[in-house]
């Protein structure tokens, strides 16, 4: 009778909760407000609990949720990057709950690319919902400063040699520069897509391609090249300090998501095209290598009704157009809404619905964490020894390890 | 029991709570610890998370895979890393600390102000030196700036995004250095006992020292740990680090020397004027000497901090810079962010290892003094 009565009471007081988890404060805080408004509007009884872990990139809030799941209190629904990150952590650990049905009764099937589908899907099931999409293999660069040097964008790492070669002559010491570890692993996976092609990137995360292949190997020793064109400092430098050497014209080039993008406007005031421009980074045009923040629905939530119609909130595309022109991404979805989007989204989201689509590994699209954690040693040990050999070999340790293309 | 009076069943009753809670959260938990490093918890990242993992004994595996493993280079490197970053941190923190202890002990102006402002440092947690410091050492600002208050250019020294090393070494080489060390070590130690006439402790040292310089000669060079050398040296961009670490821990040798240096009496440096020695010799003679119980004290308590050394190099590195790295950060990052438990678990009893290699000493040592007093 007891037990009965509380089961009944403790259904009653759930059926008006949501805890939602995620990293998203400060610029990013907006955004997900203007979500949950919008949840609230279709649900007006749920009480939304916003249970915000601050800290770049989640690395505070993984930690946090770490804990709580192993503690068996996991929030209604996380946040974590698309893909790998999620399934190598979460799902091969038997604690996710597979959202197909969820896909197939919202339609969702075809409102997303095929590709992004396949990226969030293993093992026969889809493990979670994209809300936005960045685009990570972007080049970019100083319209102004390129004219004075008189060099072009290269479309190629060959082409880019060159470059680099043609302005390290002109008295440009670092033609390209790179920050912090994750922004060196960033530029490594542009110089692997734009060397070995989409197609060959895909192959090397199904384990199709070993990375102690020969065209991988001279993808790394290019990598080595391109290292030499970079600045001496880059450990010292945020991606933010990077950028700022863009503007300041002390290096041509910087590879780097498009929140750059956001950077550039709205905490450089510069505009788009004129104070800065964009192209694909070299050998990647018609690509687009892609990382999304996405929620999932881990095994054991308290409020599964409530946290699945969060779900259809995040992949409808009211929704997505509701949070991306604030967050600065653009939707997943094909059908958004462009004109509520600035310059430089629209050319993403044009690209986005022509382009072949693969996964970033350095924002755990493709690789799990574990991969991306170690490989940031690998990185540093090639920049300081060029060994393309061991490092590609190391690589493949860690792929085997990791089980990449299990 | 005779010894089990009224009295002291209170005390066992009074220290019972902490004994349990010491006996749970620290020796338990060091237990469990040794015991998570020798299985493959986290190995296969299906298990890491899973409900009810599924955990096999592996026994020395994962110290294995750490000194010899090819994977584990950076970890390999840290432990060099380590080696010198406690030498030079403690020999900054004594220089400095010794020479403002002597400078203030000869009663300068104000001197209760520079006191505090010397030992300020000390108040403030590693984070925040680390973000000052990172401030200052950052590439385009800070120190690398004040070369252009005089008119030259901008110093372009990268204090903590240096990617060179000196003092390379191929770590293959490492057992043949440890033996030729230690036997060096023993060979002076069976010296000294043969000239202060200790027979069987001289004998014992110099065949140990003779086995050792025998294997060294003979064995070592066949050992291989690794397929390929692995050079491992001091990386420069450390340099930083230590500047930092000194500057938060000087003032505090400088009040521990300082308070040697009050305790000596003033008729023991008027002896020696009158002796006739000069300032040089006094202070080479008598003073210093009567301070070397202070020296080590303060060797160890730092030793073990600048073992353990996290936070300091999180707030001025970051995680992910490999030159800069040292094992608790490795094993926080092998824990918990490649959810490698069993190996992270095996760092961190390298950690306690090498620590305890600083502290047991010292202990015994301090105990039998005590026990001596009794």
């Known amino acids: 009778m007891l037990a009965l009565a509380l089961a009944t009471v403790s259904s009653a007081s759930a059926a008006g909760k949501l805890e939602i988890f995620s990293w998203w404060s400060g610029d990013e805080g907006p955004a997900l407000d203007a979500l949950v408004k919008l949840y609230k509007q279709k649900y007006p009884s749920v009480t939304v609990d916003n249970a915000t872990v601050s800290g770049g990139a989640g690395t505070n809030a993984k930690a946090v949720l770490k804990t709580r799941m192993l503690g068996g209190t996991p929030p209604d629904s996380f946040q974590a990057h698309a893909g790998q990150e999620l399934i190598g952590t979460w799902v091969v650990a038997n604690r996710m709950e597979d959202l197909s049905s969820l896909f197939k009764s919202e339609g969702w099937a075809k409102a997303f690319p095929a590709d992004v589908i396949s990226l969030v899907s293993s093992k026969g099931g889809i493990w979670s919902v994209p809300v936005n999409v960045h685009r990570s293999n972007v080049m970019w660069y100083n319209p102004a400063k390129l004219k004075a040097w008189g060099v072009t964008a290269p479309k190629t790492w060959t082409e880019f040699l060159t470059t680099c070669n043609t302005l390290k002559a002109k008295g440009v010491a670092a033609p390209l520069v790179v920050g912090e570890n994750w922004t060196q692993q960033h530029l490594w996976e542009n110089v692997m897509v734009g060397s070995l092609g989409a197609a060959g990137w895909q192959n090397l995360w199904s384990g199709k391609t070993k990375f102690t292949d020969p065209k991988v190997v001279a993808a790394f020793t290019t990598f080595g090249k391109v290292m030499d064109c970079a600045n001496k400092d880059a450990s010292g430098l945020s991606w933010q300090q990077a950028s700022d050497r863009i503007v300041d014209g002390t290096s041509a080039f910087n590879i780097m998501g498009d929140w750059a993008a956001g950077y550039f406007t709205t905490t450089k005031k510069l505009a788009p095209n004129t104070g800065f421009g964009w192209t694909t980074a070299p050998g990647t045009s018609g690509t687009f290598v892609m990382l999304a923040d996405a929620f999932g629905l881990p095994k054991g939530a308290k409020d599964r009704a409530e946290a699945l119609n969060w779900l259809k909130v995040l992949g409808s595309k009211q929704g997505q157009d509701t949070f991306n022109p604030l967050k600065g991404s653009i939707a997943a979805r094909l059908d958004s809404d462009l004109s509520k989007y600035n310059t430089y989204s629209k050319s993403a989201a044009a690209d986005w619905k022509k382009n072949k689509i693969v996964g970033s590994m350095a924002h755990g699209a493709v690789a799990p964490e574990s991969f991306t954690s170690a490989f940031g040693a690998v990185i540093d040990q090639f920049v300081a020894s060029k060994n393309a050999q061991g490092a590609a070999a190391a690589a493949q340790q860690l792929a085997d390890k990791a089980g990449i293309g299990k | ?374």
């Open chain 2, 1 to 374: 029991m005779k010894g089990l009076t009224k009295d002291r069943l209170w005390a066992l009753a009074v220290l019972l709570p902490s004994l349990i809670l010491v006996g749970v959260f620290v020796y338990g938990f060091i237990g469990r610890t040794v015991y998570v490093s020798m299985t493959d918890w986290g190995n296969d990242p299906a298990q890491a998370l899973a409900t009810n993992p599924i955990i096999r004994w592996t026994g020395l595996d994962n110290y294995r895979e750490l000194f010899t493993g090819f994977l584990q280079g950076r970890f390999r490197q840290e432990l060099v890393s380590t080696v010198f970053f406690t030498l030079f941190f403690i020999l900054g923190c004594l220089g400095l600390g010794l020479g403002l202890a002597l400078v203030l002990d000869r009663n300068p102006k104000g001197e209760g102000l520079w006191r505090t402002i010397f030992l300020f440092p000390m108040s403030l947690s590693f984070i925040v030196t680390g973000t000052i410091w990172r401030w200052m050492l950052q590439p385009q600002g800070g120190v690398n700036q004040v070369p252009t208050l005089f008119g030259a250019q901008p110093s372009t020294f990268g204090w903590l995004s240096s990617t060179d090393a000196i003092w390379k070494f191929d770590w293959n080489k490492l057992p043949l250095i440890t033996a030729a060390v230690v036997g060096v070590v023993l060979a002076v130690i069976a010296f000294r006992a043969f000239s202060s006439a200790q027979r069987t402790r001289g004998l014992v040292a110099a065949a140990c020292a003779a086995l050792l310089f025998i294997w060294a000669l003979f064995v070592g060079p066949n050992v291989k740990m690794l397929a390929a050398p692995e050079l491992h040296g001091f990386n420069l961009a450390l340099i930083g680090i230590v500047i930092a670490a000194v500057w938060q821990m000087s003032g505090y040798t400088m009040a521990l020397y300082l308070a040697g240096l009050r305790g000596i009496p003033e008729e023991l440096r008027e002896a020696a004027r009158v002796d006739g020695a000069t300032e040089w010799q006094m202070y080479g003679r008598v003073i210093f000497p009567l301070l070397a119980p202070i020296s080590l004290s303060a060797m160890i308590i730092l030793g073990h901090i600048s073992l353990k050394i996290f936070d300091l190099v999180y707030a001025m590195a970051g995680p992910d810079n490999t030159f800069t790295s040292v094992p608790a950060l490795n094993m926080y990052l092998t824990s918990f962010r490649q959810n490698q438990f069993a190996l992270g678990a095996a760092i961190g009893t390298i950690l306690l290892i090498l620590v305890a290699f600083v502290i047991v000493p010292y202990l015994s040592s301090s105990f039998r003094a005590e026990e001596g007093h009794a």
